[in-house]
């Protein structure tokens, strides 16, 4: 009886929607993980420091650049489809590039 | 003595020192800490001192970085039940810093913005080289060896960032 209730309270166009993503991108040892392969415009990247050292995950067109305390987890949402590069402020040999594509939708 | 020692020669000493004797993991302990300490000092001198905004963040990395490999450094030995033991390579290297503030500490502006930023490229330059061929090959813990990885990995870092400012400072 819940089940059909459940159902029926759910519009049609919310099921054939994509809804957001997050992804997490760790960094540990001083290195960023890997990049997620399916991004898309709307997803949000929730950054991990598993360091000891303060980082940061700065694109090197400055649309982001988020400070990352350590044990910190901290989001990025994309609006925009494109290619970005980033690397941590503080260790140049932190490099990354995260591929955003137009919305599923 | 030592007031000629320079940093490479200090480090030189331990790896001559390794055909006679090899540091033990006490006295490589007391070694990377010194090495760490260092640079925090030389970073607080730079705080006082520079107007230099990329300088002053430098500086900033320098002491924070340094700090936690040292706070991981003191947490392991004392897990490890080691005591870090003073030993002629550390002192050349306490000597060596304690010049180099002196020398530094005379110095104002874009002057010392160079030669702050010089040395910081050359310290880690030696510093990587030690922790490469000396350290971490004579480390028998396992766990201190990896902590020293991660200050090599660091090390690494911080001279490729060190490189990088050096070229606007100029």
């Not at chain 1, 988020?66 to 290619?83: C, S």
């Not at chain 2, 104002?108 to 310290?123: I, P, Q, S, T």
């Amino acid at each position: 009886m819940l089940a059909g209730a459940a159902i029926a309270a759910v519009p049609v166009c919310a099921l054939a929607a994509k809804a957001p993503a997050i992804y997490t991108v760790t960094i540990a040892s001083m290195k960023f993980g890997p990049a997620p392969a399916k991004l898309h415009v709307g997803d949000t990247i929730e950054w991990v420091n598993d360091d000891i050292f303060v980082h940061s995950a700065t694109a090197t067109d400055k649309s982001f650049d988020v400070e990352l305390k350590p044990k910190v987890h901290m989001w990025t949402t994309f609006h925009k489809a494109g290619t970005y590069p980033f690397a941590c402020r503080y260790h140049p040999g932190m490099t990354g590039t995260l591929v955003v594509a137009k919305s599923e939708r | 003595m030592f007031k000629a020692i320079g940093i490479a020669a200090a480090f030189s000493l331990a790896a001559g020192a390794a055909y006679a004797q090899a540091p033990n993991d006490a006295q490589i302990a007391h070694i990377a800490y010194t090495a760490g300490a260092v640079d925090v000092a030389a970073g607080k001198q730079a705080l006082t001192i520079s107007h230099n905004k990329e300088v002053l963040a430098f500086a900033q990395e320098m002491v924070r970085d340094h700090t936690a490999v040292n706070d991981q450094a003191l947490a392991l030995v004392k897990k490890l039940g080691v005591t870090p033991q003073d030993n002629p390579t550390s002192q050349g290297l306490a000597k060596g810093g304690a010049d180099k503030l002196k020398t530094l500490g005379a110095l104002k502006g874009a002057a010392f913005d160079k030669a702050y930023v010089a040395n910081e490229v050359a310290y880690h330059k030696t510093v990587n080289g030690a922790l490469a061929t000396v350290l971490i090959p004579n480390a028998k813990n396992a766990e201190l060896k990896s902590l020293l990885e991660t200050g090599l990995k660091l090390f690494k870092e911080h001279q490729m960032h060190a490189e990088h400012l050096a070229m606007s400072v100029k």
